[in-house]
């Protein structure tokens, strides 16, 4: 599994960053995490207790577009925790084009929120739906792969 880790607070990856492989981009742990897990969905995980804003949603947003590679990916987004997600980075997420499908993982009824505020940005563009289960989550973006 590669794994790269993102700012999270009003900070972007260096344009250079981009092109170095994942091990190389070295930035805080507590921040957005972005995996490719060996079943090919990417895993995009917010930090718990954040506001997520812009800045940080590009920047999840090329790493994901590093890891696509030029396929179509589905899209494993943890939710969990998250206080809240801006307008602007609620279409930085919706308007990606290396994403086949996106399942939103959480737990609360107030994570269920954010999710469906996330679905909500551009409706029936993308396969899109909230789960409360790992497992069914990637059952149902294996069954939406459409890698391209």
């Known amino acids: 599994?590669?794994?790269?880790?993102?700012?999270?607070r009003d900070s972007r990856i260096p344009d250079d960053a981009l092109d170095a492989s994942p091990e190389d981009?070295?930035?805080?742990?507590?921040?957005?995490?972005v995996d490719l897990a060996e079943d090919g969905i990417i895993e995009v995980t917010l930090p718990p207790n954040s506001v997520v804003r812009s800045p940080e949603a590009q920047a999840a947003a090329a790493a994901?577009?590093?890891?696509?590679?030029?396929?179509?990916l589905p899209l494993l987004l943890r939710v969990t925790g998250v206080l809240s997600?801006?307008?602007?980075?609620?279409?930085?997420y919706t308007n990606s084009v290396a994403i086949s499908a996106?399942?939103?993982?959480?737990?609360?009824?107030?994570?269920?929120v954010i999710a469906h505020?996330?679905?909500r940005a551009k409706p029936g563009s993308l396969p899109g739906?909230?789960?409360?289960?790992?497992?069914e989550a990637r059952d149902w973006l294996r069954e939406h792969h459409r890698e391209s």
């Open 117 to 119: 505020f996330l679905l």
């Open 129 to 135: 739906r909230f789960f409360t289960s790992e497992a």
């Open 25 to 33: 981009v070295m930035v805080p742990a507590d921040q957005i995490t």
């Open 85 to 92: 997600v801006t307008d602007d980075a609620r279409l930085t």
């Open 64 to 72: 994901v577009r590093m890891f696509a590679d030029g396929r179509r």
């Open 1 to 8: 599994m590669s794994s790269q880790t993102l700012p999270a």
């Open 102 to 112: 996106c399942a939103l993982l959480g737990e609360s009824p107030v994570d269920r």
